[in-house]
């Protein structure tokens, strides 16, 4: 890991056609990289960090990507 693989990873995330991602920040660790984020599913999340093991396999990487509701409510919110 050298001082710009934080970039490289973020920029891969970006580029790669079939994940797009910018709003994932990558942090570095004591330990590797910690991906940072909101995505809208599982599925997502996992497709990610695949992505990023796949293309910087030497780096030990830790996900810290939330999952957010995506779907439209079920119910009406009531305004007071």
Request: glycine share 8%; no cysteine; hydrophobic share 40%.
């Amino acid at each position: 890991m050298n001082d710009y693989t934080e970039a490289e990873v973020q920029r891969a995330m970006a580029e790669d056609l079939d994940i797009a991602e910018q709003g994932i920040t990558v942090v570095r660790s004591d330990v590797g990289l910690v991906l940072r984020g909101e995505v809208e599913s599982p599925h997502r999340r996992d497709e990610i960090v695949r992505m990023v093991h796949g293309r910087f396999p030497g780096i030990e990487i830790a996900a810290d990507i939330g999952v957010t509701r995506a779907a439209a409510p079920t119910e009406a919110e009531e305004l007071a």
